[in-house]
């Protein structure tokens, strides 16, 4: 079975810094990977797809790369819109999380 | 402006069943893929299945075979989760979400419906 490991688990950051959220599958599947962005109470939001196209009407600031069995998500100037929880997703598994808060 | 609109809260009691539903308005339900992931509380997101409606077949993971059960009306454009012998483990907030068939993601999400189990 795939195995989806999601590092780290907790982020304290500043507005205006850029954070790396990682996600390691443990087989390769030819880059498809989505990133999703939730905030409490509510569903999750699509930001990525295929490891690094954004999703209509998500900023720019929000990029995701990497290929194989590594894959990241970068937010770069961190906005207070932006702690939140973050999950990476490949086939039917989600990653367990990253929670980005306030420094 | 599409969108998926989910049934409501449920409380029910262990042992029982749950059938949770998912209205797809704003656009053609056969251009969807009807997924449904669950959140326990606190906890992280869970695949439990999804529906092709044109086809009207569903696939399941393993650990909810037996439990779950995902059907779609065409003639509603409406999706349903139905979950079986419910245990207070089951208490969640379960979402529906449309699957890009191409692109392997979750692109458009319902609001979620809580379901709490409790004696």
């Known amino acids: 079975d795939i195995q989806m490991t999601q590092s780290p688990s907790t982020l304290s950051a500043s507005v205006g810094d850029t954070v790396t959220i990682s996600c390691r599958a443990s087989?390769?599947?030819?880059?498809?990977l989505a990133w999703y962005q939730q905030k409490p109470g509510k569903a999750p939001k699509l930001l990525i797809y295929k490891a690094s196209n954004l999703e209509d009407g998500v900023p720019s600031r929000f990029s995701g790369s990497g290929s194989g069995t590594e894959f990241t998500l970068t937010i770069s100037s961190l906005q207070p819109d932006d702690f939140a929880t973050y999950y990476c997703q490949q086939y039917n598994l989600f990653g367990q999380g990253t929670k980005v808060d306030i420094k | 402006q599409v969108q998926l609109v989910q049934s409501g809260a449920e409380v029910k009691k262990p042992g029982s069943s749950v059938k949770v539903s998912c209205k797809v308005s704003g656009d053609t339900f056969s251009r969807y893929t009807i997924n449904w992931v669950r959140q326990a509380p606190g906890q992280g997101l869970k695949w439990m299945g999804g529906i092709i409606p044109v086809f009207g077949t569903a696939s399941y993971p393993q650990e909810f075979q037996g439990r779950v059960t995902i059907t779609a009306d065409k003639s509603t454009s409406t999706a349903y989760m139905e979950l079986i012998s419910l245990t207070s483990e089951d208490t969640a907030m379960y979402y529906c979400?449309?699957?890009?068939?191409?692109?392997?993601?979750?692109?458009?999400w319902g609001q979620g419906t809580m379901v709490t189990v409790s004696s």
């Open positions: 979400a449309n699957r890009h068939q191409y692109l392997d993601s979750f692109n458009l």
């Open positions: 087989q390769s599947n030819s880059g498809w």
